[in-house]
């Protein structure tokens, strides 16, 4: 089975604080995928990555970084955290599948709840 | 650019009735089709998905899917809720774009099963 590992459940940070949020997934996907969720917006793409040191911007990408050095590991990063930020964020993994894209579908972890104060 | 709808925000149904939840999208080709549940405090797993060839798809837990390209819906089903299925469910449209894979999510159906 995939395991998609987010490696905090909850946080709580101050404004203006640098935040990491680290996913490691175990199944050697070449995709990664960062979302936040809000009720009433359902998940919005910040960032994916499709390739070690590839990156591309989602549809809100505006405030946040990424990383992705290692194939099985894709950072989140709040530059400087502001409370508009609070939020849950999902990390996922898929493989390209027979070469066709578009058609894998997501694996994901189980979360990380941030508050930003 | 796809898109994705679900008019229902919040369903309530009795354990051992019927359930449909709704889902339009909108993409100008072939669009690939998922049907996603998040039980409270977890991440989001698949229940099953729609690439091409029958239009009715089986998923896990009982659940399926009918893509419907005259009206750009594929919706869920099951034929009788049982309490474990109140959950959030989110219909999603992979495609590509620029030459990456995009899934797209629509705002999601809460589902509250009554005894």
């Known amino acids: 089975d995939v395991k998609v590992t987010q490696s905090s459940r909850y946080l709580v940070k101050r404004t203006g604080e640098k935040v990491f949020l680290e996913c490691v997934q175990d199944?050697?996907?070449?995709?990664m995928f960062w979302y936040r969720q809000d009720p009433g917006l359902g998940l919005r793409l910040i960032y994916f990555s499709y390739d070690v040191k590839m990156k591309e911007k989602g549809d809100i990408p505006e405030g946040y970084s990424v990383s992705r050095e290692k194939k099985e590991r894709f950072s989140l990063i709040l530059e400087s955290a502001s409370t508009n930020q609070t939020s849950m964020y999902l990390c996922a993994s898929s493989s390209t599948g027979l070469g066709v894209l578009g058609n894998s579908p997501l694996h994901f972890g189980n979360g990380t709840r941030l508050t930003v104060t | 650019a796809q898109s994705v709808t679900q008019p229902d925000i919040h369903i309530t149904v009795s354990e051992g009735a019927s359930l449909e939840l709704r889902c339009n999208y909108s993409?100008?080709?072939?669009?690939?089709l998922f049907w996603y549940v998040q039980s409270p405090g977890q991440g989001l797993q698949l229940l099953l998905k729609?690439?091409?060839?029958?239009?009715l798809v089986q998923g896990i837990k009982g659940f399926e899917a009918e893509f419907k390209r005259s009206q750009s819906s594929f919706n869920l089903r099951k034929p009788s809720v049982h309490w474990s299925d109140a959950a959030e469910y989110f219909c999603?449209?992979?495609?590509?774009?620029?030459?990456?894979?995009?899934?797209?999510f629509g705002t999601g159906t809460k589902l509250q099963v009554i005894p």
């Open positions: 993409y100008g080709a072939t669009p690939y």
């Open positions: 729609y690439f091409s060839g029958d239009t």
């Open positions: 999603a449209v992979g495609a590509r774009s620029g030459g990456y894979q995009k899934v797209t």
């Open positions: 199944m050697d996907h070449e995709n």
